[in-house]
């Protein structure tokens, strides 16, 4: 059988991943733009500078880590984050020179903090964040046989096609007591897979009718994660955060449509049903979601430095679609990074600006034709401080990230590269301050 990715070097190519098959697609980075410059590290990541407790003349904006709620109990400044990035895509299969590429945006993440009690260590976070995307089409071409004689019928061309993905809308608590913190999300998960397979005999004597064998499955429901940190004074200046956070299996419930049609194409492109074969709808079920754990740390120096590192297991072998096992499997992946100001309160511009680096490696939770796939990726990434006047109370950030991932390798059936670029906005104000002066 031949298989051709529906290549070519357009500019308006869309994303075509046929690993997104599975699984529930591709995992959607929605790390903060800023974590992802330092490898994407998080879980002992907690964006605060205890000198604010002092009343620091100038704070700095705080970017916000939802992936663990307990960093919420350090919110002291209300902020506004919003991510956005472009992926450029480059597939290439095994024992071909040709590659599909193709370039897309989308929006990392939405969300907002808000510091609850400043004196108690008390915040909350509202957000909003893609978590996986389907989206692949391939054709494939060869000859059918016949099942009972496996005498040969004729060639066929097969057109297989995916779309869909997940999002979760959540808010969190999180709530500090002295250096240890505690804080939880809770929210509401749902998405969307739908898969298609359109088969067309290739003969120019006989009609055939096409065939459309079709897949659509809905799921919502109520998520739960939750995170501790615990931050330790090495020195005046010099501290290290521990931290862990947890997700649990999760059931949600599903409804799902099957087609089986034959069909023909318009003369726009599209299609149009000629007679339905099986059809059921509403379908109800359960997709089960796994167990996620992680534990990592951060190190840093006041202004100057921090450095970290993380590692986070998925029992993706509890993964369940109505009680079917899909090809993904259980994976781990270990994440490292560090950022370093030079001179942040200095007059040069430059040497306010962050400087960060990292990277992490491990294996896909996707495993097809038994094959392991290795990814990694290596990440670069920039703070630029951005302030309106030196008597504002708001506080501007601007994040860059740069990262370069490659899943699998040239003895994989099919080897997929991305380079990805991410900018992020970090809008803090000072908001419920009481006035001394009327």
Known sequence: MTVLLLSGLVADAQENS???????GNLVPGTPVATRGMGGITTGFVD???????????PKPQTLNTFNPASYGKLRITSFDLGFQVDNQSLRQQNRTDKYKASF????????????????????????????RINYKITSS???FNPETGNPIDS???LNEGTGGSYQAFAGLGKGFGNFSIGANVGYHFGTKDISTRKSFLNDSVLYRKGNYQTKINFGGVFLNGGVQYIAKLDKKTRLVLGATGTLKQDFNATRDITNETFEYDGSGGTFPIDSVYKEADVAGKVSFPATYSVGFTLDRQDKWMIGAEYTTTAWDDFRIYGEKDSVVSNSMIRIGGQLTPNPFGANYWGRVTY????????DYIKVRDEDLNQYTVTAGFGFPVRPNRFSEQYTNLNLALEYGRRGNTSTYLQENTFRISLGFTLSDLWFVKRKYD
């Open 356 to 363: 960060r680096a990292g990277f992490n490696f491990g294996t």
């Open 48 to 58: 605060y500078d205890p000198r604010f407790d002092l009343k620091l003349r100038y």
């Open 18 to 24: 046929p690993y997104s098959r599975y699984g529930w």
């Open 142 to 144: 060869g000859r059918e």
């Open 156 to 158: 066929t061309l097969t």
């Open 105 to 132: 945006a989308n929006i990392s993440y939405v969300q907002l903090g808000i510091p609850l009690s400043r004196k108690n260590n008390f915040g909350m976070v509202l957000g909003l964040r893609p978590v996986s």
